[in-house]
């Protein structure tokens, strides 16, 4: 069987001698029409024939002046077209190179990691120590505003307008005394050394 890279869509055969010879006789023949004819006399110069024009030309001419089909069809062959490469779209390349670039970054992150310092996570950088800085604020102001409202109320015999001042109070310096201790924390991660010169030195 012979393969070419281009052919007419459908079944195609190698035109053999007979072939020929019998499109030569169908372009000339005054009982097919002026489209068969022409059909005919196109597909003389050509090394492939397809199958479907070919059996119309056939059935179309008269018995006695064309061959029968088995001889027609002696000794020629089947011709495959290989299909053509699928084109890649510019969005498809563009998404393809960025997963290759990220696959790359990737490989290098895991090759260094272990002579790379490794960086603190952020104070506050997920939503668990988010949460819990909140809560804590919280209960450390209600936790002042219950103390100034208790002291003044046994300061001042019980009198509505000071206790809320007093809770009020309270409340300002539980929150004075967190922003303090936040301000502390702050400071400290700042402090830390992140990798000594010495662990580097060893990994390396």
């Known amino acids: 069987m012979k393969t070419e890279p281009q052919n007419p869509q459908g079944l195609v055969i190698s035109a053999t001698e ?7 006789g169908a372009s000339k023949d005054p009982h097919l029409s002026p489209e ?11 090394c492939n024939v397809p199958y479907k024009s070919l059996r ?13 089909l ?3 069809l002696s000794g020629s062959e089947f011709v495959f077209t290989s299909p053509k490469p699928r084109e890649k779209s510019e969005e498809l390349k563009a998404r393809l190179s960025r997963l290759a670039e990220l696959a790359e970054r990737n490989a290098y992150q895991e090759l260094v990691k272990d002579i790379t310092p490794k960086k ?7 939503y668990k ?7 804590h604020v919280v209960l450390t102001m209600f936790t002042g505003y219950l103390v100034g409202y208790a002291a003044f109320r046994a300061l001042f015999n019980q009198s509505p307008v000071m ?14 005394v967190e922003t303090l201790l936040f301000i502390i924390r702050a400071s400290n991660e700042d402090r830390r050394p992140t990798s000594s010169a010495s662990e580097l ?4």
Request: aromatic share 10%; net charge neutral.
């Open 36 to 46: 068969l004819q022409q059909i005919a006399f196109d597909l003389t110069s050509q």
């Open 56 to 68: 119309a030309l056939w059935f179309a001419s008269q018995p006695y002046t064309r061959p029968a």
């Open 129 to 135: 120590d988010q949460l819990g800085f909140g809560l």
């Open 18 to 24: 007979t072939i020929r010879s019998f499109l030569s």
């Open 201 to 204: 030195k060893k990994n390396q």
């Open 163 to 176: 206790n809320a001042a007093g809770g009020i109070l309270g409340l300002v310096g539980g929150m004075l």
């Open 120 to 126: 603190d996570p952020e104070p506050f950088s997920s």
């Open 70 to 72: 088995i001889q027609l």
